[in-house]
């Protein structure tokens, strides 16, 4: 299997070309187009109860496999305009935050994880979605992805909203940005702290952000 990402970071289109029984297993609704030597089968992955499971954590019910009967590229997109990372897991586990898994080989197993409270209150949701095994991943952004190295000796803080992944040997703590006046007056609410070795994955415009500011500027529904 061969990927090629293009037009980074703006607007990100992922073109995978497949051998022969090769497979890549895709968000529904991911899919831009392919070629006729590939078919491609939906099916709730992993039963009905991990589908439901998923569906808690933000992902659609359904996915797409997509399986090379001979040689044949598949381009795959996200729904927001941004950009798209592939990550090689080597029996690895990596916890992507909801609307930001793209695709990844039939190989890797991809079930949804209880978070608990503080994934509530950090804007996430209940659930975080899983990801582990061996194999290529690829993950969507709103906006450009920006990889950094967190160490023990240095913790880091991330806006809710920018979140797209972080490997399972950082553990979070959900908190207020600073004081009740801060966290009301700064427009930065509340944030994720992380502490441990290992890399989180940011992305530079959030979703939430572009909602309040869309919300305003449209029109009201007149009375008369």
């Known amino acids: 299997m061969d990927f090629e990402i293009g037009?980074?970071?703006s607007f990100a289109l992922l073109t995978v070309s497949l051998d022969v029984d090769e497979s890549i297993r895709a968000e529904a609704g991911a899919m831009v187009s392919h070629d006729t030597t590939i078919g491609m089968e939906?099916?709730?992955?992993?039963?009905?109860?991990?589908?439901?499971?998923?569906?808690?954590?933000?992902?659609?019910?359904f996915q797409n496999t997509f399986t090379a009967e001979a040689a044949g590229d598949v381009q795959l997109a996200p729904p927001l305009p941004g950009d798209v990372t592939h990550l090689d897991l080597q029996d690895e586990t990596v916890y992507v935050q909801s609307g930001s898994y793209l695709a990844g080989t039939t190989d890797l197993d991809v079930d949804t994880e209880?978070?608990?409270?503080?994934t509530f209150f950090g804007g996430e949701g209940l659930f975080l979605l899983k990801v582990s095994g061996t194999g290529p991943l690829f993950l969507s952004s709103y906006g450009a992805i920006h990889a950094v190295e967190v160490s023990e000796e240095k913790p880091f803080v991330v806006d809710t909203g920018h979140i797209v992944a972080f490997e399972d040997s950082l553990t979070f703590s959900v908190r207020r940005v600073g004081g009740l006046r801060s966290t009301l007056a700064s427009g930065e609410g509340l944030v994720c702290e992380f502490d441990g070795s290992g890399t989180v994955w940011l992305q530079s415009r959030s979703a939430d952000a572009f909602i309040s500011w869309l919300a305003p500027q449209l029109p009201t529904q007149s009375s008369n």
């Open 7 to 9: 037009y980074q970071p």
């Open 114 to 118: 209880f978070g608990g409270g503080r």
């Open 42 to 61: 939906t099916a709730a992955t992993g039963g009905f109860l991990s589908s439901i499971k998923r569906s808690l954590g933000g992902e659609s019910f």
